[in-house]
């Protein structure tokens, strides 16, 4: 599975940047919250945006996968890492920030991974994640719930709580907000997944995508369209924690 995870992120390098409007209305969300000091570590940093943005005297920027680095580097991006979330190649209580921007969802289970970063974290140590919550893609859910199109499950508010609260994080925040995305096309829309290498499902696609699969599609998305596009929207959670 992270290997297959890597793959799909690693062929999106050289082009994740023009399609990640999303990412990036995100990662503004998660940087207006950052403090400045101390060694701050970037995970799934992609091609780099947030650790380039972070207010830190120095920042790990940590990606699974290797294309991904390469591409932040060649943005500029220092200090580059290649790595898993769920085992941090980092020494235990040697960061003072944690950022995480739409990297955690793929991190299974999740208790495990909140237990992995604080144990990189040194005490009062600031997390900082954005992550996708239930609900998302409401215009894919009828698709998605007759088995046309697969899609992760994603955790809602209270089971995000829940795991927070047997973390080793304490006084924790969740900061639920909601962004909208419009596309020019059905084409469009589902491209933007396989560019910024998101669509790497742990759900099985049932079926053969054929000419009735595309009008299916069509014919949902379209019950959604308006001026400005297809919409695609998601529903997101800005988590604050301390060690």
Not at 22 to 50: C, I
Not at 109 to 124: H, I, Q
Not at 178 to 196: C, I, P, Q, Y
Request: charged fraction near 20%.
């Amino acid at each position: 599975m992270t290997q297959a995870i890597a793959s799909c992120f690693g062929r999106a390098a050289t082009i994740y940047d023009q399609h990640a409007h999303l990412q990036r209305r995100a990662a503004e969300r998660l940087l207006s919250e950052t403090d400045d000091g101390g060694l701050w570590l970037d995970l799934g940093t992609g091609t780099g945006h947030v650790a380039r943005n972070l207010a830190a005297e120095r920042v790990i920027a940590l990606d699974l996968a290797l294309p991904m680095l390469q591409q932040a580097q060649a943005l500029g991006t220092p200090n580059g890492l290649c790595g898993d979330i769920m085992s941090l190649p980092i020494q235990a209580a040697s960061v003072d920030g944690i950022a995480a921007n739409l990297s955690l969802q793929w991190c299974d289970p999740l208790s495990d991974t909140l237990a992995e970063l604080a144990r990189v974290a040194r005490p009062g140590a600031k997390l900082l994640a954005t992550l996708p919550l239930a609900h998302t893609f409401p215009e894919l859910r009828p698709l998605t719930e007759r088995g046309q199109l697969a899609c992760n499950r994603f955790a809602d508010l209270q089971e995000l709580k829940q795991r927070l609260q047997e973390s080793p994080w304490s006084a924790f925040q969740l900061h639920p907000f909601t962004e909208v995305v419009h596309f020019d096309s059905v084409r469009a829309l589902l491209g933007h997944f396989k560019a910024t290498g998101a669509h790497h499902s742990q759900a099985r696609q049932s079926g053969l995508r054929g000419r009735a699969w595309w009008h299916a599609l069509n014919e949902q998305l379209s019950q959604h369209r308006t001026s400005e596009g297809f919409p695609l929207t998601w529903e997101l959670v800005l988590v604050e924690a301390t060690r």
